[in-house]
């Protein structure tokens, strides 16, 4: 699990490091919050801890992790009061931790929130990873409808050529019924094509037309 860290105060940032290492992490540190925005892209953190919201830009990094990750990781921030705690959570953090100039008793709770962290991110990859299976489930049941569906809709018409067809063949139609005959058996020849077609279509199901089974025909 990956955590990029960004804090002026060394003291805190050492705290901190040790916390996420403490639970797995393979910690990223920054000491300005500039180079927190550049990495924010770079290293794909799974947890982002943005410092002390008195540090300038911890505000930023909280919005920047919420504006440029279509996935957002867990956003843990510093706060000294409680009107800090509702600018970090208002920028978009997740979580948040009060400083403390006891540093024991921070390491404690540094080590606490970086565990509920860290639990979150593994709850958030597991139903990540069920929707995943459960969008693929939903993929293959449709395929099976279509492929139903595209079934139905070439023995149809191909059975209906191979009728007009055999007519033709052993002479079994009425004087001058050559022509209707072999129109229809062109007519169903398209509607197998058309069909054909609409199967290469689902290849790209992002591109291409939904596959929407026609009327049954009585041919």
Do not use: W
Request: proline share 5%.
């Amino acid at each position: 699990m990956r955590a990029l860290l960004a804090a002026t105060d060394a003291a805190t940032r050492d705290t901190m490091s040790d916390a996420l290492v403490s639970v797995g992490c393979e910690v990223t540190v920054v000491d300005e919050m500039q180079g927190a925005l550049d990495a924010i892209t770079q290293a794909a953190p799974d947890i982002v801890v943005a410092g002390d919201v008195r540090d300038a830009g911890a505000l930023d990094v909280c919005r920047r992790v919420r504006a440029l990750l279509a996935d957002a990781p867990i956003v843990l921030a510093l706060a000294r009061d409680g009107a800090g705690v509702a600018a970090l959570l208002d920028a978009g953090a997740d979580d948040y931790l009060l400083a403390s100039p006891d540093m024991p008793a921070l390491a404690a709770r540094a080590a606490a929130r970086a565990r509920i962290a860290t639990k979150r991110v593994d709850e958030c990859t597991a139903r990540r990873r069920a929707e995943g299976s459960l969008a693929r489930t939903q993929r293959l049941l449709g395929i099976d409808d279509a492929s139903a569906g595209l079934q139905h809709e070439i023995n149809n018409p191909l059975a209906a050529l191979l009728a007009h067809a055999t007519l033709l063949e052993h002479g079994l139609h009425e004087p001058g019924e050559e022509k209707e005959l072999l129109g229809v058996i062109v007519e169903q020849a398209h509607r197998i094509g058309d069909v054909v077609r609409r199967i290469a279509a689902l290849r790209y199901p992002d591109d291409g037309p939904e596959f929407i089974p026609d009327e049954p025909t009585s041919e």
